[in-house]
């Protein structure tokens, strides 16, 4: 278990080995834009890809860059392809996408008169049906000779038997749906890949636009920048092991009950 922030010299892949292929989907966001930066720091890859619709905020020569689009089958089957054409297997792919609210008026539920077919719709297109489609193309691509892993950000909010609050409905809903998905995969996978493991990953609050609205009840220490929150589940998944294959984990390494 993680007690405490993991400065950069520190942050080791160690346990996945040299010569790293790592995909990270989603990498122009806050959280993935900070996992692509600090895999590279790491000094573990060989390639690192970045995908994602836009590539207007990946900055630097440490990633390449590959179109991908959630709401497009064929854009992730085709990054997918050229991945393999390039490197022929992955050791780590990590999906650092989340929808919570947009600019366009949908927020988070306070009640069940505020959900709409527009709320579910988008939460699960982001949330759940877009990361188990990168799952269906690039879970195979995984080494099956060393260490592997499939992560997709989830979040504590998504655990049915933690969930006192209620509210939330579609984010809720969505994340639960995804953390169900993995698991599912993870047992699919556990039977082809025994190097492999498939885990849910929730990151703590982050400084992004996703928490932006929600973050005044959240203690300073408790409400961590991008590079803070990328360090520390890299951390978690370099102590992972394939016994962990199909778990929920927080930032800090302790696991989330479903």
């Not at 989907?25 to 836009?54: C, D, N, Q, Y």
């Amino acid at each position: 278990m993680i007690d405490e922030e993991v400065p950069t010299s520190r942050l080791s892949l160690d346990t996945f080995g040299k010569n790293l292929n790592v995909a990270v989907v989603g990498a122009s966001g806050g959280i993935g834009r900070a996992l692509t930066r600090e895999v590279a720091k790491s000094g573990a890859p060989s390639s690192i890809f970045a995908l994602s619709r836009s590539n207007e905020l990946i900055k630097g020569p440490s990633a390449s860059w590959l179109p991908i689009d959630f709401e497009d089958e064929q854009s992730i089957a085709s990054a997918a392809k050229t991945i393999q054409d390039e490197v022929g297997c992955l050791h780590l792919v990590f999906v650092a996408t989340g929808f919570l609210h947009d600019v366009d008026g949908l927020q988070p539920e306070k009640s069940l008169k505020n959900l709409t077919e527009t709320s579910l719709l988008q939460s699960f297109r982001v949330n759940c049906i877009g990361p188990g489609l990168v799952a269906k193309h690039f879970v195979p691509l995984l080494d099956r000779n060393r260490k592997a892993a499939f992560a997709a950000l989830s979040a504590r909010v998504g655990s049915i038997s933690d969930n006192q609050l209620g509210g939330w409905h579609s984010y809720r809903t969505a994340k639960a749906a995804l953390n169900m998905l993995l698991k599912t995969i993870s047992i699919e996978l556990r039977r082809q890949n025994t190097n492999a493991l498939c885990v849910a990953l929730h990151p703590g609050t982050v400084d992004t636009a996703l928490s932006k609205p929600f973050q005044r009840a959240v203690p300073k220490e408790k409400l961590f920048s991008t590079d803070r929150a990328a360090r520390q589940l890299l951390a978690v998944l370099n102590d992972l092991t394939a016994e962990d294959n199909g778990g929920f984990f927080a930032w800090d390494g302790a696991p989330i009950p479903f």
